[in-house]
Nanobody
Framework: QVQLVESGGGLVQAGASLRLSCTLSGRTFSSSGMGWFRQAPGLEREFVAAISGAGFATYYADSVKGRFTISRDNAKNTVYLQMNSLKAEDTAVYYC????????????????????WGQGTQVTVSS
């Protein structure tokens, strides 16, 4: 049974940092592309960042580039999202997701291409 479990969300002030973690079980982690998406109330779930299975390729939404960093530790089956200089507009539920089929580069940004999702973790940034 494949399971993704996120942690690390919380309430912070604007300008602060948070690190989200997501651990995958039930599948070979090193062969899984991993992504982070977020969904604010009333809005669609949007792409935030993704990383290839080996960790050599990373992708970011323009809105977080330079502030967020995605990384992975294949020995721990865990992907991270380091979020710095947080803004009120970063407030959302953050979801991690795994993509198992060898993805094209554009697939990482498409939520429809992901195979499994975590339950989400709330990030709230107060201004």
């Amino acid at each position: 049974q494949v399971q993704l479990v996120e942690s690390g969300g919380g309430l912070v002030q604007a300008g602060a940092s948070l690190r989200l973690s997501c651990t995958l079980s039930g599948r070979t982690f090193s062969s899984s592309g991993m992504g982070w998406f977020r969904q604010a109330p009333g809005l669609e779930r949007e792409f935030v960042a993704a990383i290839s299975g080996a960790g050599f390729a990373t992708y970011y939404a323009d809105s977080v580039k330079g502030r967020f960093t995605i990384s992975r530790d294949n020995a721990k089956n865990t992907v991270y999202l380091q979020m710095n200089s947080l803004k009120a507009e970063d407030t959302a539920v953050y979801y991690c997701a795994a993509i198992f089929r060898p993805p094209l580069e554009r697939d990482y940004r498409n939520r429809e291409k992901y195979d499994y999702w975590g339950q989400g973790t709330q990030v709230t940034v107060s201004s």
